[in-house]
């Protein structure tokens, strides 16, 4: 079982930043998958960025592309995300999430706020 758990977040005012982190613990096959996924209120979650733990790819989605840069400690089961520039429309819980297979959502952290006011 793998368990993540994530830190950061809070309260930005637009053009800001952010760093969120996520710890994994458990077994990581080569082939895991950690991201991101956020959900703002009223709204269905969506994905904002991942990271393969074997080959370090990663993927965005298009909202934040430029802006978030997600990064891995892989000796620490470790990733972050880095939030630039940041909108209101950020403004949601942000979950870090894993699995071996696209998307990654077998596991899910507790969540995060991240509130960005204008």
């Known amino acids: 079982q793998v368990e993540l758990v994530e830190s950061g977040g809070g309260l930005a005012q637009a053009g800001g930043s952010l760093r969120l982190s996520c710890t994994a613990s458990?077994?990581?096959?080569?082939?895991?998958?950690l991201g991101w996924f956020r959900q703002a209120p009223g709204r269905d979650r969506e994905f904002v960025a991942a990271?393969?733990?074997?080959?370090?790819?990663?993927t965005y989605a298009d909202s934040v592309k430029g802006r978030f840069t997600i990064s891995r400690d892989r000796p620490n089961n470790t990733i972050s995300l880095q939030m630039r520039d940041l909108k209101p429309a950020a403004t949601a819980v942000y979950y870090c999430?894993?699995?071996?297979?696209?998307?990654?959502?077998?596991?899910w952290g507790q969540g995060t706020q991240v509130t960005v006011s204008s």
């Open positions: 990271i393969r733990q074997g080959t370090g790819g990663t």
């Open positions: 999430t894993g699995g071996r297979t696209w998307p990654p959502q077998q596991h």
């Open positions: 458990g077994r990581l096959f080569s082939s895991y998958i």
